[in-house]
């Protein structure tokens, strides 16, 4: 049998965008919509919808760079709707059978880089406020995104000689800055190195031109300079 079509309104309610992005997306290729024998309406299998929402790097990745929509699945506007859906991710992980030493540095991997966003953007993010927060449990996967000021320009309030973002990656996950509020809310990251360096997760991070890989169960850093340039910050959490 053949699958039921579903009208660019119906598609619209299942992504949680506009009509009018999805007419936006057609256009420019990002994601093509079904004509019925040349007609004007647009129409989509539920499957390729799917297929769409789950290419979390992409969809994350896009929305640093370019500003693109997300669904409204992904973003998360303050921290509290990021706290509902943070307990939500760790109900998945039970539920999926993933280990029960894994689960809760996962949970607290993903929440500190996601509150990370918020304590360092609160009353200053540049256009849109809010993160962008998904996970894949067949795939093993977190994905945190924020279009926030970025580590060098956070970390300059306290070390104003920092010189690029190169710099501010590897301070921002080497170095205390500051025992004080507000900066004692950027430490988190050393934590975050030390659970990847002690266990079976993995780490890319990227902020402006740099990119930071943790390797699972190895404390090493790999931190280079990236061909584009993106808004904010980018995650993604293998485990």
Same mark, same amino acid.
């Given at each position: 049998?053949?699958?039921?079509l579903?009208?660019?309104r ?10 009018d992005t999805?007419r936006?997306w @057609?256009? !420019?290729?990002?994601?093509? =919509? ?7 309406h647009? #129409? #989509?299998?539920? $499957?390729?919808?799917? /297929?769409?929402? !789950?290419?979390l790097?992409?969809?994350?990745? @896009?929305?640093?760079?370019e500003?693109?929509?997300i669904?409204?699945?992904? #973003?998360? =506007?303050?921290?509290? /709707?990021?706290?509902?859906? &943070?307990?939500? &991710?760790?109900?998945?992980?039970v539920?999926?059978?993933?280990? @029960?030493?894994?689960l809760?540095?996962?949970?607290a991997?993903a929440?500190?880089?996601? +509150? +990370?966003? *918020? ?15 998904? #996970? ?5 996967q ?5 279009r926030?000021?970025? /580590? ?8 104003p000689?920092? $010189? +690029?973002?190169?710099?501010?990656l590897?301070? =921002?996950?080497?170095?205390i800055v500051?025992?004080r =509020? ?5 430490? %988190?990251?050393k ?7 002690e266990n079976?997760i !993995?780490?890319? *991070?990227?902020?402006g ?8 169960d190895?404390?090493?850093? *790999? ?5 584009? @340039?993106?808004? %904010? ?7």
């Amino acid at each position: 049998m053949e699958e039921k079509l579903l009208n660019i309104r119906q598609a619209s309610e299942i992504l949680g965008v506009s009509v009018d992005t999805l007419r936006r997306w @057609d256009k !420019s290729g990002k994601l093509l =919509a079904i004509r019925k024998e040349g007609g004007v309406h647009r #129409y #989509y299998h539920q $499957k390729d919808l799917e /297929i769409f929402a !789950s290419d979390l790097v992409k969809l994350a990745h @896009d929305w640093t760079a370019e500003g693109s929509e997300i669904p409204s699945t992904f #973003y998360c =506007a303050d921290s509290s /709707i990021f706290q509902a859906r &943070l307990s939500t &991710l760790q109900a998945v992980l039970v539920k999926a059978g993933i280990a @029960d030493q894994l689960l809760p540095l996962v949970v607290a991997v993903a929440g500190e880089i996601g +509150n +990370n966003s *918020f304590d360092h953007n609160l009353g200053n993010w540049p256009d849109t406020p809010g993160i962008f927060f998904g #996970y894949d449990v067949t795939k093993r996967q977190v994905v945190l995104a924020d279009r926030g000021l970025g /580590i060098l320009v956070t970390l300059r309030r306290v070390r104003p000689e920092l $010189k +690029n973002h190169v710099d501010a990656l590897r301070v =921002a996950f080497t170095e205390i800055v500051s025992g004080r =509020a507000p900066e004692e809310r950027g430490n %988190g990251l050393k934590f975050v190195r030390q659970v990847v360096a002690e266990n079976p997760i !993995s780490l890319f *991070f990227r902020t402006g031109d740099a990119e930071l890989r943790l390797e699972k169960d190895n404390p090493e850093l *790999f931190i280079t300079r990236s061909a584009t @340039d993106i808004r %904010g910050c980018f995650a993604l959490i293998n485990f």
